[in-house]
């Protein structure tokens, strides 16, 4: 397996302190910095915060150069 496969991770669940179990998450924009993007983990069963993710630009570009990539690689030869 490449390395490339595993940079960009997104939770889907994380052991919340309050429900003393792990819980499915929402992610939220928290704050927009010009180098990142901070999004914070909540709980889905009482709202609390269980963690955070930070996404710097050049991350971001990437993800997006990905995303374009696989897409163009899905599309029917006479579309591309």
Same mark, same amino acid.
């Given at each position: !397996?490449? @390395? @490339? @496969?595993?940079?960009?991770?997104?939770?889907?669940?994380?052991?919340? $302190?309050?429900?003393?179990?792990? !819980?499915? =998450?929402? #992610?939220?924009?928290?704050?927009?910095?010009?180098?990142? #993007?901070?999004? $914070?983990?909540?709980?889905? %069963?009482?709202?609390?915060?269980? %963690?955070? +993710?930070?996404?710097?630009?050049? $991350?971001? =570009?990437?993800?997006?150069?990905?995303?374009?990539?696989?897409?163009? +690689?899905?599309?029917?030869?006479?579309?591309?």
């Amino acid at each position: !397996m490449s @390395q @490339q @496969q595993f940079e960009n991770f997104t939770a889907s669940q994380l052991y919340c $302190d309050k429900c003393k179990v792990a !819980m499915p =998450v929402r #992610e939220r924009l928290l704050l927009v910095l010009p180098d990142k #993007e901070i999004y $914070d983990y909540l709980c889905t %069963g009482c709202a609390a915060s269980v %963690g955070q +993710r930070e996404i710097t630009a050049g $991350d971001k =570009v990437m993800a997006q150069a990905i995303a374009a990539r696989r897409q163009r +690689r899905s599309l029917p030869i006479s579309l591309r």
